[in-house]
């Protein structure tokens, strides 16, 4: 294994490398893609001429786009092979956060739309 | 590498490694950042809970303030610039850092903490408004699961900061050594990923949460 193999293996999740210039032009593409994100998110959530109903599901599309955005050329996540333990350590992350949110959610409303009482019942209830 | 370690295991051909740890440990510069990162990654799991909390609660307000009359689009506008900018720059302070270059490297961590400073002031600031305007985190569920979550958002960013101080001075005293140098990339890692968490809040928080219903 050459030197310039072994440096390219010693690559840390948000350790940048390479030249001034690529390194800094990564945050720039970075800084520029995560601003237009933004922007189009408060642009979606202020316009009317999105549906109604489709406008949160648009607005977490765009939040998890930017997430990438900011794995990518902020935390210097690849696909390379240098990257495994990172990527499969991510995967596990998303995988414990997406359990826990949607679980969560689904679980409660299920809950909730089963435990609904008339309001007057629910009164009842509680004096006993 | 010695013939009866080639033979153990999982050996390719041409490939030294036999993936049974025979090279040793990994450098420090690879295992002390990757186990930071698992610290990031449980620390989102446990953003993730709070979130659940969040949507859980977020219509539970009691007959008492709603997130569309409280939250200021143009305020979160400000707080999100702000620490999307310093999330860049600190990029920018690792890149001077490698370079070993004094100056440049203050310079941009003075930045990064002068705008997680700014975020935090307005963070702050919409606190106590809220809580002044009869909107306390014992309020109803909604307000405590909304100060738990975003609170403890802007608890990262205040340690953030103690870490940025931290780091400056010791930058200053000790100079790039290998061990700074790692702390500083950990420091990195934990910023970006404060800003990760910003985005889910600025969306489902903020943005979601001020729709019009």
Same mark, same amino acid.
């Given at each position: 294994?050459?030197?310039?193999?072994?440096?390219?293996?010693?690559?840390?999740? *948000?350790?940048?490398?390479?030249?001034?210039?690529?390194?800094?032009?990564?945050?720039?593409?970075?800084?520029?893609?995560?601003?237009?994100?933004?922007?189009?998110?408060?642009?979606?959530?202020?316009?009317?001429?999105?549906? $109604?109903?489709?406008?949160?599901?648009?607005?977490?599309?765009?939040?998890?786009? #930017?997430? *990438?955005?900011?794995?990518?050329?902020?935390?210097?996540?690849?696909? $390379?092979?240098?990257?495994?333990?990172?990527?499969?350590?991510?995967?596990?992350?998303?995988?414990?956060?997406?359990?826990?949110?949607?679980?969560?959610?689904?679980?409660?409303? #299920?809950?909730?739309?089963?435990?609904?009482?008339?309001?007057?019942?629910?009164?009842?209830?509680? #004096?006993? | 590498?010695?013939? !009866?370690?080639?033979?153990?295991?999982?050996?390719?051909?041409?490939? !030294?490694?036999?993936?049974?740890?025979?090279?040793?440990? !990994?450098?420090?510069?690879?295992?002390?950042?990757?186990?930071?990162?698992?610290?990031?990654?449980?620390?989102?799991? /446990?953003?993730?809970?709070?979130?659940?909390?969040?949507?859980?609660?977020?219509?539970?307000?009691?007959?008492? %303030?709603?997130?569309?009359?409280?939250?200021?689009?143009?305020?979160?506008?400000?707080?999100?610039?702000?620490?999307? /900018?310093?999330?860049?720059?600190?990029?920018? =302070?690792?890149?001077?850092?490698?370079?070993?270059?004094?100056?440049?490297? +203050?310079?941009?961590?003075?930045?990064?903490?002068?705008?997680? &400073?700014?975020?935090?002031?307005?963070?702050?600031?919409?606190?106590?408004?809220?809580?002044?305007?009869?909107?306390? %985190? +014992?309020?109803?569920? &909604?307000?405590?699961? &909304?100060?738990?979550?975003?609170?403890?958002?802007?608890?990262?960013?205040?340690?953030? /900061?103690?870490?940025?101080?931290?780091?400056?001075? +010791?930058?200053?005293?000790?100079?790039?050594?290998?061990?700074?140098?790692?702390?500083?990339?950990?420091?990195?890692?934990?910023?970006?990923?404060?800003?990760?968490?910003?985005?889910?809040?600025?969306?489902?928080?903020?943005?979601?949460?001020?729709?019009? =219903?």
């Amino acid at each position: 294994m050459t030197p310039n193999e072994d440096n390219l293996l010693d690559v840390a999740p *948000g350790l940048p490398h390479d030249s001034v210039l690529t390194e800094t032009l990564a945050y720039v593409i970075g800084l520029v893609l995560a601003l237009i994100l933004t922007g189009v998110s408060f642009w979606v959530a202020s316009t009317s001429a999105i549906w $109604g109903p489709g406008v949160a599901m648009g607005l977490v599309v765009l939040a998890i786009a #930017q997430m *990438g955005v900011h794995l990518v050329f902020f935390l210097h996540i690849t696909s $390379g092979p240098d990257n495994t333990n990172n990527v499969l350590a991510l995967a596990f992350g998303v995988l414990m956060v997406f359990l826990v949110m949607i679980g969560t959610i689904v679980i409660m409303n #299920q809950m909730d739309a089963n435990m609904a009482t008339d309001p007057a019942l629910m009164n009842l209830q509680m #004096q006993h | 590498m010695t013939t !009866e370690a080639a033979t153990i295991g999982l050996t390719h051909g041409g490939s !030294e490694d036999t993936g049974l740890g025979h090279r040793g440990p !990994e450098s420090k510069s690879i295992v002390v950042p990757y186990g930071f990162w698992l610290f990031v990654l449980s620390d989102m799991v /446990l953003f993730s809970a709070l979130f659940a909390t969040y949507a859980t609660l977020s219509h539970a307000t009691d007959g008492g %303030p709603t997130s569309n009359e409280l939250f200021s689009r143009v305020l979160v506008a400000v707080e999100t610039m702000a620490l999307l /900018l310093s999330s860049f720059t600190c990029g920018l =302070a690792i890149i001077a850092a490698k370079r070993k270059h004094m100056l440049w490297t +203050q310079g941009w961590l003075l930045v990064t903490g002068a705008l997680g &400073f700014i975020f935090l002031s307005i963070e702050l600031y919409e606190f106590v408004k809220m809580a002044s305007e009869g909107a306390p %985190p +014992q309020r109803s569920a &909604f307000l405590s699961a &909304f100060f738990t979550l975003v609170g403890c958002h802007g608890a990262h960013v205040t340690a953030g /900061l103690l870490w940025i101080g931290t780091m400056m001075a +010791q930058i200053w005293t000790k100079g790039f050594k290998d061990h700074i140098m790692r702390r500083l990339l950990c420091l990195s890692i934990f910023w970006h990923a404060l800003d990760i968490i910003w985005v889910a809040i600025f969306t489902i928080v903020y943005l979601i949460g001020t729709l019009p =219903a």
